[in-house]
């Protein structure tokens, strides 16, 4: 098996909708471009990647969003060097469609209370089906690696929520650890990093906004 040394998981540049709330009464979540500024993050995030990834191969899996594509042309990788696919399981969190402001700071707040993980938006998900639809892509993602010509660098252009719920699969958080933990700035990374003892560690850890209380032993 062909394990890749390391995986890097990329949060999108600024999106219109990440500055302005109002946007998401005209136009589609999945629709939505980036600001100049979140070019300009996904353009900085490039220069570290190619200098992460050298003259490496790469496996690359987009999210089906247009800002998540906007992202990945923005990164200036060399096209000899990426396969590159679109994967709808790596899109965000689904909040239903035509959003109303009102009704979704309202559900927001439902969320906040009852908890990220567990919480459904009407006429759309919850993190644990995130969750479900994100584990199903990492079992694919590991028949992959059967290939022995598998690259030895996967990226994967996502979403914040998505790429928490991504490590959480990954590396067996509880559902207490992941609540306790802050998604990633827009244009920022992590990176599962192959170890000398065969196992995949983070390179650095999600931002803590609290203590995470479990249920029982396994917290």
């Given at each position: 098996m062909a394990r890749p040394r390391r995986i890097v998981l990329l949060r999108h540049g600024e999106s219109v909708g990440n500055i302005d709330d109002s946007v998401y009464e005209r136009e589609p979540d999945h629709a939505l471009s980036l600001t100049a500024k979140g070019r300009r993050q996904a353009e900085e995030a490039g220069a570290r990647l190619r200098e992460l990834f050298g003259d490496e191969q790469i496996s690359a899996y987009v999210s089906p969003y247009r800002r998540t594509h906007q992202t990945f042309q923005a990164l200036g990788l060399d096209p000899r060097r990426v396969r590159v696919r679109e994967e709808p399981r790596l899109r965000e969190q689904d909040w239903g469609n035509w959003q109303d402001p009102e009704d979704v700071r309202r559900q927001k707040a439902y969320?906040?209370?009852?908890?990220?993980?567990?919480?459904?938006?009407?006429q759309g998900e919850s993190g644990a089906d995130v969750y479900d639809r994100v584990g199903a892509f990492l079992e694919s993602?590991?028949?992959?690696?059967e290939d022995p010509a598998h690259p030895p660098n996967v990226l994967l252009?996502?979403?914040?929520?998505?790429?928490?719920?991504?490590?959480?699969?990954?590396?067996?958080?509880?559902?207490?650890?992941?609540e306790s933990l802050s998604n990633p700035g827009n244009g920022e990374m992590r990176a599962l990093l192959l170890g000398l003892d065969g196992r995949y560690h983070l390179d650095r850890p999600f931002e803590r906004w609290c203590t995470p209380?479990?249920?029982?032993?396994s917290g």
């Open positions: 969320r906040d209370a009852y908890g990220h993980f567990f919480y459904r938006f009407a993602l590991w028949r992959s690696f252009v996502t979403h914040g929520l998505t790429m928490r719920l991504f490590c959480m699969r990954w590396l067996h958080w509880t559902v207490a650890e992941f209380e479990s249920y029982g032993y």
